[in-house]
């Protein structure tokens, strides 16, 4: 049977309720029938050491306080396998979770969330961050954290079985990686496989007929990409050099829930003390999904994620003049009324990036809907068209006035 997060989950929860009803046999079940499914939880070895300790079972406490020692010991992630020559072939060698298929990181490796996030053909994403201990990451204004040596991002993409029942467990695709090593970044994927209990490197890429049951009931089906290295750089690169898109610090200001509370991130993070100070003050890029706020917020949250890693002074693309990333003003180089430059049939017989009022006439939206690998952006990371963006991006630009 395959088991979820949520089933570990439930069960830790339901033990911590007896405890708080003073229930503790049967708080030492549930913690039992834990270790039984997933023996890599620290946790679990010292709340049930510290019940016996209590009941003053001296031999019961100190057989479990010592697998307490073993498991925050041996299982620490592999610090060492962040700065090998060569990736292993196995995710799980680096021990950055307690419990893989279940996506259980390590204690110290922490969860995050972006307020605005990439399309990436409508999978869902969890994100980890691992900085090393003593070790601090680095405020940047308008980039991404500067992290130490021996940092690690990582990124899982998985579609729900079904979006309606998120009970229903989900079917997880790859897990990628940034590592921080001492001359800069490098990138490897792993693909699952379909046990989903091991994530293998594929350095060459591979291809994944994805399923999954959308929110209205409709079966859906992909041909999910997972990215060669070079497809990698493509677009996890600035100045020519591999760089994370993600984790700037207006990114990630915003609440989310831990295991031991809702905290906002960067306060989290600085009471992880894995970065240091960062501005109290901070204009962040608003959810490009949430309908009730501006429209211009939206699109050009959507396009800094989605499009101004690349399109930027720093970026790939940045000898096109067309920048997209949140703090770019000047209209011309937001595509209005901008000619294109080494477009080609890009352009799609069209004069400008955007027209205002006119979608069907601006070079941005047209790629945006296209599938052809000669016109579509992003040139790779997606097979297919993101519709709700697409009418999102129409709207705003029928809205701009002339």
């Known amino acids: 049977m395959k088991i979820h997060e949520s089933d570990i989950q439930k069960l830790l929860k339901s033990a911590y309720l007896q405890i708080n009803q003073g229930n503790f046999e049967k708080a030492k079940n549930l913690f039992k029938k834990v270790i039984s499914i997933n023996n890599n939880l620290p946790e679990v070895y010292n709340d049930l050491g510290s019940i016996f300790l209590n009941e003053k079972n001296f031999k019961e406490a100190i057989k479990y306080l010592f697998m307490l020692f073993v498991c ?4 620490a992630v592999d610090e060492d396998l962040i700065f090998a020559e060569a990736f292993p ?3 799980s060698d680096f021990k950055f979770f307690k419990d ?8 110290d490796v922490i969860p995050y969330e972006l307020i605005s996030t990439l399309f990436s053909d409508y999978s869902y994403k969890q994100r980890w961050v691992y900085v090393p201990k003593d070790k601090k990451a680095e405020y940047q204004e308008n ?11 990582i990124k899982t993409f998985y579609y729900p079985v079904d979006e309606r029942n998120p009970e229903m467990g ?3 695709l790859e897990t990628r990686l940034l590592l921080r090593k001492e001359d800069g970044w490098e990138a490897v994927s792993y693909a699952w496989n379909e046990e989903q209990n091991e994530a293998f490197k594929k350095v060459a890429g591979k291809t994944i007929n994805a399923a999954w049951t959308d929110f209205m009931g409709v079966e859906k089906n992909v041909r999910y990409r997972v990215p060669n290295v070079n497809q990698c750089k493509e677009c996890h690169a600035a100045d020519d050099e591999i760089t994370p898109i993600g984790p700037k610090a207006r990114n990630i200001n915003k609440d989310l829930e831990f295991n031991d509370g809702e905290f906002n991130q960067l306060a989290y993070w600085m ?10 003050e901070l204009t962040s890029p608003v959810d490009w999904t949430d309908a009730n706020q501006n429209i211009n917020d939206r699109v050009r949250s959507y396009l800094d994620i989605n499009c101004g890693h690349c399109h930027s002074p720093t970026g790939n693309a940045n000898s096109t003049g067309l920048y997209l990333h949140l703090n770019e003003t000047r209209e011309t180089h937001l595509g209005i009324y901008k000619k294109p430059v080494a477009t080609g049939r890009g352009s799609g017989g069209m004069k400008y990036s955007i027209v205002p009022g006119k979608p069907e006439e601006s070079i941005l939206l047209h790629r945006m809907i296209s599938m052809d690998p000669g016109v579509m952006m992003p040139e790779s990371g997606r097979a297919l068209t993101h519709e709700e963006a697409v009418e999102m991006v129409k709207d705003w ?3 701009l006035k002339d």
């Open 397 to 399: 630009i029928l809205l």
């Open 271 to 280: 009471n992880r003390q894995i970065i240091d100070e960062y501005p109290l």
């Open 89 to 91: 072939s196995k995710l």
């Open 100 to 107: 893989s298929s279940a996506q259980i990181p390590h204690d």
């Open 72 to 75: 925050t010991n041996v299982y």
């Open 143 to 153: 980039w991404v954290f500067d992290f130490p040596e021996g940092s690690a991002l």
């Open 170 to 172: 989900k079917n997880l």
